[in-house]
Nanobody, 113 residues
Framework: VQLQASGGGLVQAGGSLRLSCHAQRMITSTFSPKSGAWYRQAPGKQRELVAQIDSSGNTILSDSVKGRFAMSRDNSRKKVYLQMNNLKPEDTAIYYC?????WGQGTLVTVSS
């Protein structure tokens, strides 16, 4: 299974980005029942859980992003998303998707002040 993460980039504080994670080789019937998550790892820090989503679309967000980020999924496209609004410099990190038992390759988000 390959997870292709995309959508990272450089943005000014207060801006928005939407990350996508595509389970390219997973068939839809396998994708739909699985849960997923987004993690991030800032330089010099441990990887931390940012958001989770279950098979029904229920989400849990970390306190640090609650009210600014939202996670969603599109089973027909085999994708999970992380909508990030009102970005802050402390959101700068490599963001990784985790789906089923697999990790994506990471996408870099840089927020300038």
């Amino acid at each position: 299974v390959q997870l292709q993460a995309s959508g990272g980039g450089l943005v000014q504080a207060g801006g928005s980005l939407r990350l996508s994670c595509h389970a390219q080789r997973m068939i839809t019937s396998t994708f739909s029942p699985k849960s997923g998550a987004w993690y991030r790892q800032a330089p010099g820090k441990q990887r931390e859980l940012v958001a989770q989503i279950d098979s029904s679309g229920n989400t849990i967000l970390s306190d640090s992003v609650k009210g600014r980020f939202a996670m969603s999924r599109d089973n027909s496209r085999k994708k999970v998303y992380l909508q990030m609004n009102n970005l802050k410099p402390e959101d700068t990190a490599i963001y990784y998707c985790f789906f089923g038992d697999f990790w994506g390759q990471g996408t870099l988000v840089t927020v300038s002040s």
